[in-house]
């Protein structure tokens, strides 16, 4: 019976070593001056010298600031939003209705990047849906992604009506979990579906809420760089320049390895230790934690 078991977690475990670990060696090219023709082995050693270029770059403190705020606004609308509606979706009684709208919640999520952010160019556009009703209300169209103001507002917000749908379904399978008997406890008892919620239902579905907030601290610097640099031009640079962006600029397009990896380390050693604290506090003031 284990030999079963072995076998059938042998998968899984080959794809780690060879997908996660393996490339771990790799990030050695960050402590050198890696030649593609020499090889990481061949490559001198650099030590910290790209580090210390980075943090005495003229866009460190740009880049660090900008990924923070985006991140951090993402996390206080996007990570309540599934929640929300989660609680919101189990109250509902119709079958066909309730499944309409996990439908069109969902579908969002399998849209490509491309299809996303030519939506939200569509609706932000002078002639685009959502200038129609400022101008409706009395207000003035304008190139609402050419305005370093409302940059990050319009990546929050597309970012949360592309997730909703998706990140609830953990939530819903929570909530299908909860005894119903304490339901029926409850209503004898008096309480209504609002204080159900508060007493039975959010207590119940905590260590899920905690879990994936600890995972979600730890992806705090982590920000996709497709959608910004689909959405992003010379207008909102000061705004919207994330450390994902630059790694790409300066990987990619200016082939420095050496140093791109160097910023992508430091970016992976800072949401490590984010989600070391995060999982330390939960650990302290609750019963929950990875470890």
């Known amino acids: 019976m284990n030999r079963t078991l072995y076998l059938m977690i042998l998968p899984v475990i080959l794809y780690f070593i060879l997908f996660k670990y393996m490339p771990m060696y790799g990030a050695s090219i960050a402590f050198k001056n890696y030649v593609p023709v020499k090889g990481i082995s061949g490559s001198a050693w650099t030590g910290f010298t790209h580090f210390t270029r980075f943090f005495n770059s003229v866009y460190f403190i740009r880049l660090f600031k900008n990924t923070l705020i985006i991140s951090l606004q993402t996390i206080l609308w996007g990570f309540p939003a599934p929640i929300i509606f989660a609680l919101l979706l189990n109250e509902i009684r119709t079958k066909w209705f309730k499944s309409s709208i996990q439908l069109m919640t969902y579908l969002p999520h399998f849209l490509s990047m491309v299809v996303i952010v ?29 305005k370093p103001d409302v940059f990050r507002t319009i990546y929050v917000s597309s970012e949360v009506w592309q997730t909703i749908g998706w990140n609830s379904i953990i939530y819903l399978a929570a909530l299908s979990g909860i005894d119903e008997q304490l339901y029926e406890a409850a209503r004898i008892d008096g309480a209504n579906r609002w204080k ?92 929950t934690s990875l470890w």
């Open 196 to 287: 159900q919620t508060i007493h039975i239902t959010l207590p119940s579905i905590r260590s899920t809420i905690i879990i994936l907030l600890i995972l979600r601290m730890g992806r705090i610097l982590t920000i996709g760089f497709e959608k910004i640099i689909l959405m992003y031009n010379p207008a909102t640079y000061r705004v919207a320049d994330v450390i994902s962006t630059y790694v790409y600029r300066t990987g990619l397009l200016e082939m420095n390895f050496s140093y791109s990896t160097a910023i992508g380390l430091f970016n992976a050693v800072i949401n490590f230790s984010f989600i070391l604290v995060a999982n330390r506090l939960s650990r302290r003031y609750s019963e």
């Open 118 to 146: 030519g939506m939200i160019k569509e609706f932000t556009s002078t002639n685009g849906l959502i200038n129609d009703i400022i101008v409706f209300f009395g207000g003035e169209a304008n190139a609402l992604l050419q």
